[in-house]
């Protein structure tokens, strides 16, 4: 029975996400979504009491697939500085894929920051966690200097996450395309190992 209520809920969601991509938040009612969704309002309102939970339902699940993204990043079977490159690289493009696609919502990501970055924060919380469990291993195996692990996750992220909104709108993004070594080696000279270091 549960199943099948977290898949109606899962449609509805995707159901309001598409309107919300289409129309934007401010022009889209529940009842555009229970029509939508071919669902009646009693069914809608079972799940949310208003627009404000469902628009924070779709925001939570488009944050979660960024997460996904970072999460298998992170299992990879890879050196920590070639995992910490591609955990960069993924960020920013996950992000920016996720704000695209949601054509007219993607206004509401930058109007709404607050309720974005509240919806964000559980998100962040997990990213730092991956990221200093990156920077960990790198310590051990000596390809990152000794550092203090919980400042230098935290650093390395809002640096990540300074660079998104500019990533989105195009203004670094053809150089960015063409200098992202440089910017990743740019992080990496703060934490690298120079190969003459001893200790």
């Known amino acids: 029975m549960s199943k099948k209520i977290s898949n109606t809920k899962k449609m509805l969601i995707e159901v309001a996400r598409e309107l919300f991509a289409q129309h934007g938040k401010k022009e889209v009612t529940m009842n555009d979504i229970a029509e939508a ?84 924060r559980k998100i962040d919380i997990k990213e730092i966690l991956i990221l200093k469990k990156i920077l960990a291993d790198g310590v051990e195996k000596k390809v990152f200097k000794r550092m203090d692990l919980d400042l230098s996750s935290m650093i390395i992220f809002y640096a990540i996450k300074g660079l998104e909104v500019p990533y989105i709108r195009q203004n670094i993004s053809d150089s960015f395309e063409k200098n992202k070594n440089s910017i990743v080696e740019f992080v ?11 200790h």
Request: no cysteine; glycine share 4%.
């Open 37 to 120: 969704s071919k669902k009646g309002r009693r069914t809608l309102y079972t799940y949310f009491n208003n627009k404000e939970e469902i628009y924070k339902a779709v925001i939570d699940r488009e944050l979660q697939t960024v997460l996904d993204r970072l999460t298998k990043v992170s299992v990879e079977d890879k050196e920590p500085d070639v995992k910490l490159t591609n955990h960069i690289l993924t960020h920013l493009d996950a992000i920016k894929d996720v704000v695209t696609r949601n054509g007219s919502l993607r206004a509401d990501f930058f109007h709404d920051i607050y309720e974005v970055e509240r919806t964000r």
């Open 188 to 198: 990496f000279q703060g934490i690298k190992r120079q190969k003459n270091e001893h």
